[in-house]
């Protein structure tokens, strides 16, 4: 199958600081990326759909001026955490659409990054 | 999307089959089943989906009832690996492409 990457797989960091979190599809083209957020104990939740060349979509309730998405090209999409808090703690977990639909999956997951927010 | 219910928490033995049922009565003529898992800290991976016919590929078989609104994942030999949590959801294929997630089925596999 193939392969999102995301980096970092954690990362620890003091409230009011930025944090940026990379997904990448390694062995395709992904026009569009998904990005949630799960919480200990929790389903994952859909944050935003992220379009490359154009503006996220994000979910009710999803404040878009907090996570920052950006979709640059077909391979890489970035969701920076602005001004953490603690309450911001979580494991998000993106996931790209194939473009060429080569597989009957459609959508392939990143292995997740662990934000702790101090 | 439909919504889905499945049972919070499930127990197999190593080595037998798993049965993993989902209900999802509302389903739309339109809309596939699909079912994810997701290992402790790790992100979901898909196993299976199917429309109306049954399904089978390497990791599982995908049983859908007559009517559709019942679907039954089958593990056919469990490892010890296979314990995660088991999500079931429906979509449509096209247009709308958001997996929503439930709470899922946690299966464990007893030694």
């Known amino acids: 199958g193939a392969v999102v990457s995301q980096h970092p797989s954690w990362v620890i960091c003091k409230s009011g600081t930025s944090v940026k979190i990379e997904c990448r599809s390694l062995d395709f083209q992904a026009t569009t990326m998904f990005w949630y957020r799960q919480f200990p104990k929790q389903s994952l939740m859909l944050m935003a759909t992220?379009?490359?060349?154009?503006?996220?979509?994000?979910e009710q309730g999803v404040e878009k001026d907090k996570f920052l998405i950006n979709h640059a090209s077909l391979t890489l999409s970035t969701l920076t955490v602005t001004s953490a808090h603690p309450e911001d703690s979580s494991f998000y977990i993106c996931?790209?659409?194939?473009?060429?639909?080569?597989?009957?999956?459609?959508?392939?997951f990143g292995p997740g990054t662990r934000l702790t927010v101090l | 999307d439909a919504k889905t219910t499945q049972p919070p928490s499930m127990d197999c033995a190593e080595g037998r089959a798993a049965n993993l049922p989902c209900n999802h009565s509302?389903?739309?003529?339109?809309?596939?089943v699909y079912w994810y898992r997701q290992i402790h800290s790790q992100g979901p991976q898909y196993i299976i989906h199917?429309?109306?016919n049954n399904e089978t590929n390497e990791m599982a078989s995908l049983i859908i009832t007559e009517d559709r609104k019942s679907s039954t994942l089958i593990l056919p030999h469990a490892t010890l690996r296979d314990t995660a949590v088991y999500y079931c959801?429906?979509?449509?294929?096209?247009?709308?492409?958001?997996?929503?997630f439930g709470t899922g089925t946690r299966l464990t596999i007893i030694p």
């Open positions: 996931s790209a659409r194939d473009t060429g639909t080569r597989t009957k999956e459609e959508q392939f």
């Open positions: 992220s379009n490359e060349g154009s503006k996220a979509t994000y």
């Open positions: 199917g429309l109306k």
């Open positions: 959801i429906v979509r449509v294929n096209f247009g709308n492409e958001k997996l929503t």
């Open positions: 509302t389903i739309s003529g339109n809309e596939y």
